[in-house]
């Protein structure tokens, strides 16, 4: 069974710093995504990492994917208030598309 | 920009109700999904479809069903509803090997 966790699970961290959200699972995948979700919304696709070495930027946000690893990291550069959210990985099962996604992170970014 | 749309965003009903939530896609996605999401456990799969009038049970299906009778939608029933079914249900859709795209959610609360 595929296991997929978060850590940390709670971040608050200030405004201008950089932190990093690492997403770890337990079985092969080659493909992993990356989706946010703003306090009472639904969740909205950040990233989607299709392979090995795999590196995806967007604005301050920067995700990647180590398959050897089975680790995928979400790095925020100089964070601003806008980034507050629920930060959830989800991997990819290998077959109908069926994701197992992680517990979430709660990012909270302090002025 | 895909649209996908829930029935309702918040409905209140009784124990040993049957319950139909109800999502349409209008991007012509093959596949979609139904989850739950439970404060500290995550999204968690009910049922998934890949193609119309094709289901798939997906981690935790008891005391739910499906039916996808067109392209476009796919519902989720409660047979009888439970307090246990309490949560937010969220719809979602994809195309393959691409993000999934999320519904606004549906907070059933269950009496």
């Known amino acids: 069974e595929l296991k997929v966790e978060q850590n940390p699970l709670f971040l608050s961290m200030q405004e201008g710093k950089n932190y990093t959200i690492y997403c770890n699972y337990s079985?092969?995948?080659?493909?992993l995504y990356w989706y946010r979700q703003d306090p009472g919304k639904s969740l909205e696709s950040l990233f989607v990492?299709?392979?090995?070495?795999a590196v995806k930027q967007e604005g301050r946000l920067m995700a990647s994917l180590d398959t050897k690893a089975r680790l995928s990291t979400l790095h925020i550069t100089a964070a601003v208030h806008d980034l507050s959210a629920t930060y959830f990985c989800?991997?990819?099962?290998?077959?109908?598309?069926?994701?197992?996604f992680g517990t979430g992170t709660r990012l909270t970014i302090i002025p | 920009d895909v649209k996908v749309t829930q029935s309702s965003r918040y409905l209140v009903k009784r124990t040993g109700e049957k319950v139909f939530l109800e999502c349409v896609q209008d991007?012509?996605?093959?596949?979609m999904f139904w989850y739950r999401q439970d404060p500290g456990l995550g999204l968690r799969l009910i049922y998934f479809?890949?193609?119309?009038?094709?289901?798939e049970k997906g981690d935790i299906p008891e005391g739910y069903s499906v039916s996808r009778e067109k392209k476009e939608r796919f519902s989720l029933i409660l047979e009888s509803a439970s307090t246990n079914q309490t949560s937010m249900y969220l719809c979602?859709?994809?195309?393959?090997?691409?993000?999934?795209?999320f519904g606004p959610g549906t907070r059933l609360t269950v009496l």
């Open positions: 079985t092969t995948s080659d493909r």
């Open positions: 990492l299709l392979s090995n070495g």
């Open positions: 989800a991997v990819d099962r290998g077959f109908y598309e069926k994701l197992t």
């Open positions: 979602a859709s994809s195309l393959s090997h691409k993000a999934q795209y």
């Open positions: 991007m012509d996605h093959e596949n």
């Open positions: 479809s890949y193609d119309v009038k094709m289901k």
